[in-house]
């Protein structure tokens, strides 16, 4: 297919235009015009970037991708060989930050509740609110949590209620917490965890866990990357890049 055409539907399928992003979504470097062979990932490292290159890869679509507010502009070091690997072997990137993170389908928060079984309540702005299949205790909820995104998840507990409604907000979404808490749930699951969001959690009373940044961020790109295969005839690899944080 073309680069073109790959770069509208995203565009179009994940409504870019909706969000006020830190970093440009949407083709970020241009390569070759003609896409058969996808490749996906969390991040734009140039370990994925190596592994695509040695895989033929045509294009990299990812979730965190390059020129992120604030960052310095100068395209040296790290930043500099990463660009310089994808213009050299003419591999086109895409990226998609918060689009991926909200899409109701193929969105991050969308497919962590689908792989878990969550039914999904309501949503109030970035927080995603909703059930567990039966009330259990938050360590049953801790359990299944690591075996289905194979993580090691952080659990800061509080109190001994157990869990019958949760929310979550993939990434680094513990800032959260807090609405989280008004909203009367039980426990509240993001990515990552600041040093206050445990007393936050103890003193309002709710269960916290911390599943990993990279973890609860794998399943967006490959969701969309599966959509992209099957409906343009197009071959599509997720090279998962170990990321314990």
Known sequence: MQLDELCHFCDDYLSIN??????????????????????????????????????NADAILVHHGYFWKGEEQPLTGYKGKRIKALMQNDISLLAYHLP????????????????MGWLLTEQQEQLWIGEVAEPCSVDNVLEELGEKIDTNP?????????VHRIAWCT???QSYLEQAAEQGVDLYISGEISEQTVHVAREMGIHYI?????????????ALGELLANRF?????????????
């Open 100 to 115: 991926l993170d909200f899409h109701p389908t193929v969105g991050n928060n969308a497919q962590l509740g689908l792989r």
């Open 233 to 245: 005839s197009i071959y599509h690899e997720y090279i998962e890049i170990e990321n314990p944080v």
């Open 171 to 173: 990434g680094a979404a």
């Open 18 to 55: 909706e969000y006020s992003d830190f970093c440009p979504n949407g083709l970020q470097i241009e390569g070759k015009g003609i896409i058969n062979h996808l490749v996906t990932g969390v991040t734009a490292s140039l370990e994925l970037i190596d592994a695509a290159i040695e895989q």
């Open 210 to 222: 911390a599943a990993g940044h990279h973890a609860t961020e794998r399943y967006g790109v490959q």
């Open 154 to 162: 952080l659990l800061i507990v509080g109190g001994d209620r157990p």
